[in-house]
């Protein structure tokens, strides 16, 4: 089970932290990343990371605004969200593979949680 948080009400230009706790499967035996939804558009990928070898995939947007990470002791996985602008609005959700793949098709992606909303003001 995954559970997202951290979601909220900010304004361009700030940042936010998303956090994800799962319980039954270690975030370091697998794929972990990030998603979004906005609001009448197809889910995307935003992030990934491979916790054994460091590896980190960013989609072209997010790239040196946004930074994944985790913790192995927590078993948690981070998003840090910074210079925020209001198309970063999106329904936010971890994601997990059964592999040690990133890829960035959601279809491959096996566990998910249920997402935390993240909105941006002009």
């Known amino acids: 089970e995954l559970q997202a948080s951290g979601g909220g009400l900010v304004q361009a230009g700030d940042s936010l932290r998303l956090s994800c706790a799962a319980s039954?499967?270690?975030?370091?035996?697998?794929?972990a990343g990030w998603f979004r939804r906005a609001p009448g558009k197809e889910r995307e990928f935003v992030a990934a990371?491979?916790?054994?070898?460091?590896?980190?995939v960013y989609q072209d947007s997010v790239k040196g605004r946004f930074t994944i990470s985790g913790d192995n002791s927590r078993n948690m996985l981070f998003l840090q969200m910074n210079s925020l602008t209001p198309e970063d609005t999106a329904v936010y959700y971890c994601?997990?593979?059964?592999?040690?793949?990133?890829?960035?098709?959601?279809?491959?992606?096996?566990?998910w949680g249920p997402g935390t909303l993240v909105t941006v003001s002009s």
């Open positions: 990371i491979s916790f054994g070898g460091g590896t980190t």
């Open positions: 039954g499967r270690k975030f370091s035996d697998y794929g």
């Open positions: 994601a997990q593979r059964s592999d040690l793949g990133l890829t960035r098709n959601s279809k491959t992606w096996d566990f």
